[in-house]
């Protein structure tokens, strides 16, 4: 088991009246699974992946990741969990604009303190294994779509996380360039990263496991939650 | 890592040019300011360092009171030496009576120099540790010797050896070079001792100096120690404070009281009131320390407020760099590495701004400044200089910056808040307060000085020569100069004086006269003249009549001016007398003849002292005053003048002041003051309107699609305008009202330090709120029509 969220409650309080943004979600998710999240607008799709990431907080209930109990968990410690476990893929790829995709590759291990050369090893590897190695001189702006959405997945991968986690990976793409990408993830999930992503496209859904549907923050029909 | 922060940081600065030019500019520019101050404050700190006994050399001083008002001085009478060494010698390593710093005329063979130097006793050399460069240090050890700067030296001897030659000294007596010293250095007291010649020497060629050995009144002479090795000032002060009172009780009524006044006080804590230590020049190294201080903390809200006010587009790199794993420490320290390679830009460039106006500086400031580069304290401090600058220029936006939660900015929902802008409003604010306030103490130091300048001095000081004639030479030949002076048409009218046109060097008491109040204790302005002075210098008898030397009586008569009259409480003073009230040896009476016009001879800040002109019948004249014939050019008038002195005095350099210089010596100070307070506002105005100028730009880029949208709906130009430069206006009056009362405060105590003073009227702060009002609305408008002169059908697309 990778991670287990229990009566997961999260809300906000407007004008005197509390609006959820989750209730009471229960999931739990083995290592290898590939997850999709569906759900329309404001249903709470990615609040719940930022919970997972640990980028947002909730307000009730228990979440164990790797059997650490991400709820008692400082801020720091949370930080070197996800840094290690968790990779994140964006809708709007968000890759830094000063930096070169090289760069931007590299960046994730400066946060893990990865050493020089095995760092430069690292980002060979990875710019040779998404076939960008031409590119890697190159600044974001210079890239198509689907380029940086690459770079982006790359980013996500090159410190080995268990957990990918992506929010409309596909959404500022064209189909075609959106079925490269889901197949990459496919490919990804055959070699055993778990990965969990929010999607609009029942298409793209196909490609995972099992799919969770939101409705108001709430799960309405989890397949054996 | 680092090296990707400064990547980062580099494209950034590279990326966003105007922004960085303002913020490495604004910096430069105050780094620059506070640079600049500090070496000058270094200057004055180290002043007299050169002195390795700097810290147990002292100045006796005596402190006396006269109707209830305490003046406190260099000046000690002699046989406080006999006191000294008899009976308190243990206190001290070093004693030395010395004269006042005098000029005479040094001459060998056929070379005549007039250099300043002092009479000392034998350890002088010893106690200040002078560089012997030739001869020997124990120099003064014969009666007959000189010591000579190097400088002195080289211009009489040239490459010639000059010890043990001989020199003339004022065409009276010779004297033998024992030694060579290394010039003293500008920066230190006795940088004028051009030559040192023995105490006993003065003594012996001086009959006044002989009397005085036993005068406790007559307080002509200076004495330096040197304190013992175990011992400290304080001690030592508290020992002798009465040994004048208790070793002549005649002198008790005024309460002498004789101290240590430590070297390490001389230059930058000299003012004494009322018997206590006052302060000094202390006061303006506070004032540019602040001042310096203040400049860099308004070049460091530039960048923060810039930073910050750009946070949005940072916001979404903070969002990324947190959500692939990066703590917030680390980009605390991405964004202060950022501003420490700005600091460091601006550091190198405000090292070349420095380089550049340094010469100019020194002119201003009267300073013989440069980079002590070759000092590793300097490094250090320039070290810590940029590190502090970072920090505080850095922290507040690294710290608001890394604040960001990632969830927020990569929605792309990220607004920064309804307060957000508030501490950038605070930080506007507080630079505009500063300016403010710059530039009232600025025009109210201008205006007391103009004020000061305007004050009518008495007398006409423009085309009056004065010439210094302190060499035997002159001696009874003052008849022949004058008529010599008077033909050759250069000059219409010439007297002498004891004292220079614009000084006091001699003040007397011990008279008597009718209606004199019981128990007062008079001090009078002494200046002996010839009876051609009131006319050559251009005075004004306001009562009586001027001198003549058709009344043989006049050799016993008096002028007195204004003040003294009131000072003195004399009614009708013409024909009463001014009675010498000594019992042994009383002189003549002295018949006031007349009153002149009150002229300024001191500061003119002060009331005028009382004065008495006294009628010149020993020929104690110390200077030539020349009224130049306004019909021919000054220097046409001079080439003759020189012409007729050369002839007469061959062996003697030409010497002369123009008085209407040596007068605006006494501006010198708080002109400086004036010029540089008023160079480092314009600075501090500068760097906000550059901080002002960045924030309107972002403001208005910021609400382009604003501005667009109202625009359709009707807005003019003048709308947009209004809209945009509002809020800065606001601000910069918010800012007005915080610098009026504290300029008032702070220049009110100022100007309470000059008796004579402009009175603060309320159009000097109307003007400054009116001028910084009116730059504001400059800076502000130049991007405000700029944004709302813009197509709005373009910044509606760019969406």
């Known amino acids: ?225 | 890592m680092f090296k990707n922060y400064l990547k980062i940081a580099w494209r950034n600065l590279w990326k966003n040019k105007g922004y960085s030019a303002i913020n490495v500019g604004g910096l430069a520019l105050g780094m620059a300011v506070t640079l600049i101050i500090g070496l000058w404050i270094q200057d004055e700190l180290s002043h007299n360092s050169y002195f390795k006994n700097k810290d147990s050399i002292a100045q006796v001083f005596q402190s006396q009171t006269f109707n209830q008002e305490t003046g406190t001085g260099p000046a000690i009478p002699r046989p406080l030496e006999k006191v000294l060494r008899d009976g308190y010698a243990d206190n001290f390593k070093h004693l030395v009576m010395s004269s006042w710093n005098i000029s005479r005329y040094l001459r060998y063979k056929e070379k005549s120099l007039s250099k300043t130097g002092n009479f000392m006793q034998r350890e002088a050399p010893e106690m200040l540790d002078l560089k012997i460069i030739k001869g020997e240090k124990d120099g003064l050890r014969e009666l007959n010797s000189v010591m000579l700067s190097e400088s002195v030296s080289h211009a009489l001897f040239g490459n010639e050896d000059p010890i043990g030659k001989t020199l003339k000294v004022n065409n009276q007596y010779d004297v033998m070079v024992t030694a060579v010293y290394e010039d003293i250095p500008f920066n230190n007291s006795f940088n004028d001792v051009e030559f040192l010649m023995p105490w006993d020497k003065m003594i012996a060629t001086q009959e006044w100096m002989k009397n005085a050995e036993d005068q406790w009144g007559n307080n002509s002479f200076q004495m330096f120690v040197q304190i013992a090795d175990n011992s400290t000032m304080e001690k030592v002060t508290e020992a002798i404070l009465n040994v004048k009172k208790n070793a002549n009780e005649d002198t008790a009524e005024f309460n002498p009281k004789i101290f240590l006044f430590p070297m390490k006080d001389w230059y930058l804590r000299g003012n004494f009131e009322n018997g206590e230590q006052v302060g000094g020049r202390i006061k303006y190294v506070w004032l540019f320390g602040i001042i310096g201080a203040f400049v860099l903390l308004l070049a460091c809200i530039n960048f923060m407020n810039l930073s910050t006010a750009r946070s949005e587009k940072r916001a979404k790199e903070v969002g990324i760099r947190k959500s692939i794993g990066s703590q917030r420490n680390q980009l605390i320290n991405q964004f202060l590495s950022e501003s420490f390679l700005v600091v460091l830009f601006a550091f190198i460039i405000a090292v070349i701004i420095v380089l550049l106006s340094m010469n100019g500086f020194n002119d201003l400031s009267k300073k013989e400044i440069s980079f002590p580069w070759n000092s590793t304290n300097f490094w250090v401090v320039l070290l810590v200089f940029i590190t502090i600058t970072a920090l505080v220029a850095g922290s507040y936006p690294a710290l608001y910056l890394s604040s960001f939660r990632p969830v927020d900015v990569l929605k792309g929902t990220f607004t920064s808040g309804k307060y957000a802008g508030l501490p950038r409003k605070i930080l506007v604010v507080l630079q505009f307060t500063v300016s403010v306030a710059f530039i009232i103490g600025t025009v109210i130091v201008m205006q007391q000085i103009n004020y000061a300048k305007n004050r009518p001095v008495g007398y006409d000081k423009a085309g009056l020569v004065q010439i210094p004639t302190f060499s035997q030479d002159f001696e009874g030949k003052y008849d022949l100069m004058r008529s010599e002076f008077l033909n050759s048409g250069a000059v219409i009218e010439m007297s002498a004086s004891s004292s220079p046109t614009t000084q006091i060097w001699s003040n007397r008491s011990g008279f008597d006269w009718e209606g004199k109040p019981e128990g007062f204790q008079e001090d009078l302005a002494w200046t002996e003249v010839t009876p051609e002075y009131v006319k050559s210098l251009g005075m004004k008898i306001v009562d009586g009549r001027d001198f003549s030397r058709e009344f043989a009586t006049d050799s016993n008569a008096v002028l007195i001016n204004r003040t003294a009259v009131k000072y003195m409480g004399i009614k009708d003073p013409v024909g009463k007398f001014l009675k010498d009230d000594d019992e042994e040896d009383p002189g003549p009476p002295l018949k006031i003849i007349g009153v002149v016009e009150d002229m300024i001879t001191q500061s003119p800040y002060e009331p005028v002292k009382q004065g008495v002109y006294v009628f010149d019948k020993h020929g104690n004249s110390s200077f030539y005053n020349l009224r130049l014939n306004p019909n021919q050019s000054a220097s046409q008038n001079m080439a003759i003048i020189e012409n007729v002195f050369k002839e007469h005095f061959p062996s003697l350099p030409f010497q002369y002041d123009f008085v209407d210089d040596e007068y605006g010596e006494k501006f010198a100070a708080e002109e400086r003051i004036g010029t540089l307070s008023g160079i480092f506002t314009a600075l501090a105005i500068l760097i906000s309107c550059l901080g002002l100028f960045g924030l309107t730009s972002f403001v208005a880029e910021q609400r382009t699609k604003e501005i667009g949208v109202r625009k359709v709906l009707g807005a003019t130009v003048f709308n947009v305008w209004n809209m945009l430069s509002k809020d800065f206006l606001k601000l910069v009056i918010i800012s007005c009202f915080i610098a009026i009362p504290i300029s008032y405060y702070v220049m009110n105590g100022w100007l309470q330090d000059y008796p004579y003073h402009v009175i603060l009227e309320w159009w000097i702060f109307a003007f400054a709120v009116i001028g910084s009002l009116a730059i504001t609305i400059l800076t502000v408008s130049f991007q405000a029509i700029k944004a709302a002169n813009a197509n709005p059908v373009k910044s509606l697309r760019t969406e």
């Open chain 1, 1 to 225: 088991m990778l991670l287990q969220l229990n009566n997961i409650f999260k809300w906000v309080n407007s004008g005197g009246q509390r609006i959820f943004l989750l209730k009471d979600i229960n999931l739990t998710v083995a290592e290898g699974e590939f997850i999709s999240v569906m759900g329309p607008s404001g249903s709470g799709k990615s609040t719940l992946l930022n919970v997972i990431g640990m980028l947002d907080n909730f307000d009730e209930g228990e979440y164990s990741f790797l059997n650490e109990p991400v709820h008692t968990l400082k801020e720091k410690n949370r930080a070197n969990l996800y840094k290690q476990y968790i990779g994140f893929v964006f809708q709007s790829y968000h890759l830094l604009d000063d930096l070169t995709v090289k760069e931007n590759l590299e960046m994730p291990l400066l946060y893990k303190k990865v050493g020089s050369s095995e760092r430069k090893s690292l980002v060979a590897d990875t710019l040779d294994r998404f076939n960008i190695v031409g590119k890697k001189d190159l600044f974001p702006s210079q890239l198509s779509g689907g380029q940086q959405q690459l770079v982006g997945i790359a980013r996500a991968l090159i410190s080995s996380p268990k957990l990918i986690l992506a929010d409309e990976p596909t959404g500022n793409l064209n189909s075609k360039q959106g079925e490269e990408i889901m197949e990459l993830f496919k490919q990804l999930n055959n070699e055993g990263v778990t990965i969990i992503q929010v999607t609009h496209s029942e298409k793209n859904a196909t490609y995972g496991s099992r799919t969770i549907n939101l409705l108001d923050g709430r799960q309405i029909n989890a397949l054996n939650g």
